[in-house]
């Protein structure tokens, strides 16, 4: 879909509410699409509502992601209506803070893209490290066609300057086992191990930025599947353990994604931007300020839909958003006594059901 696709809605329709959907557990399990979500959207778009999506999933480009689910929903999308667990990384892209990027996740090199195109200029990925060194990775799940198509002959005589996270792993041993490595090297060289004990244990050799900290989402399994948070714990765990860590101790890390401010302040210049795309603003590339609320925001109220009471609605709650939790996702009602964070819309089946509450 293009943007030429888009009827163009006259400025004088600026709606007071706009909607920013979570995907997984809302509009999709796994790669179904779940019914409602094609009515729902399509409602918005006919009301001349704003919407947009934000995911604590990734690890593919902005551009490509929403060509699938614009198939998937048969809604038209544009990459300017989305933002994914990493999207704000770009920020980093561009201030050049970090030279040479480890980054980590995602269905084989689909991540690295996603990093290059944020502008990263030098991106290595476990995989590179296993075909120069495959003792690092003795168990490793690599066959001789993903060193091919996948990996990159690497120069390690730089150093890696950070660790990006961008979606869940796909060969956890190989890393964990490599994310490991880095975070205990001398300075980011591969091969390396600095010596410990380290003047502050706590600070690994080089930082690192999980985008997510889901503990739990939910695909087209009838229970809940772990996320990159159960992932960020086990590093932690034998992060402690290398560092003899006290229980006081834990490793230092970044955590981005849902329910951070940052990440819905980020999602917010989003909706704020396309929203002037849908009135007819040339369809154009903008870079939120990482860490700046949006002033002066068009939107008297802003819904966020979401399954997961602990990133959709905590983080919508977080941003003085009114939530709507779904049970089409991570979220059961036999939970709603340990749901510490209530959505103060309610909850709903589906997403039609809770968008048409409000509009
Ligand atoms: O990795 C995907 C999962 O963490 C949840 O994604 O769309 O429900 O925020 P989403
Ligand atoms: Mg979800």
Excluded: C
């Amino acid at each position: 879909y293009s943007l030429r696709g888009f009827r163009r809605y006259s400025v004088e329709a600026q709606s007071p509410i706009a909607f920013v959907f979570d995907i997984d557990g809302v509009l999709l399990r796994g790669k179904k699409p779940i019914p409602q979500a094609h009515e729902a959207l399509s409602l918005l778009n006919d009301k001349k509502i704003p919407f947009i999506l934000l995911t604590n999933g990734g690890g593919v480009t902005e551009q490509d992601r929403v060509k699938f689910l614009s198939e998937k929903l048969d809604i038209p999308l544009s990459k300017h209506q989305i933002v994914q667990s990493h999207t704000p990384m770009e920020a980093w892209a561009r201030s050049e803070q970090f030279q040479r990027v480890l980054v980590v996740g995602g269905e084989n090199d689909n991540s690295r893209t996603a990093a290059l195109n944020y502008g990263f200029k030098d991106v290595v990925m476990p995989i590179d490290i296993v075909k120069a060194f495959p003792a690092a990775s003795p168990h490793h799940r690599f066959t001789a066609k993903d060193f091919l198509e996948y990996a990159k002959d690497v120069d390690f005589l730089k150093p890696v300057d950070a660790i990006l996270v961008f979606n869940d792993p796909r060969d956890m041993g190989t890393d964990i086992q490599i994310v490991s490595d880095m975070l205990n090297s001398v300075d980011g060289m591969v091969g390396t191990k600095r010596s410990i004990p380290v003047e502050i244990p706590e600070k690994p050799s080089i930082p690192i930025v999980f985008s997510n900290n889901d503990f739990l989402w939910a695909n087209d399994y009838n229970l809940p599947r772990f996320g990159q948070g159960a992932f960020r714990m086990i590093i932690e765990r034998l992060y402690t353990e290398t560092n003899s860590l006290s229980k006081s101790q834990t490793l230092q890390s970044t955590i981005l994604g849902k329910p951070f401010k940052l990440q819905h302040d980020y999602a917010h210049w989003v909706l704020i931007e396309w929203n002037k795309i849908l009135h007819g603003h040339q369809e154009h590339d903008f870079r939120p300020q990482l860490g700046k609320a949006p002033e002066n925001s068009p939107f008297k109220t802003l819904y966020m839909v979401g399954d997961n009471p602990e990133s959709d609605i905590h983080g919508a709650i977080n941003s003085n958003w009114e939530s709507i939790l779904l049970r089409t996702g991570v979220y059961k009602d036999e939970d709603w006594k340990s749901t510490k964070h209530r959505p103060t819309v309610g909850v709903f089946d589906n997403v039609l059901e809770g968008v048409k509450a409000v509009v």
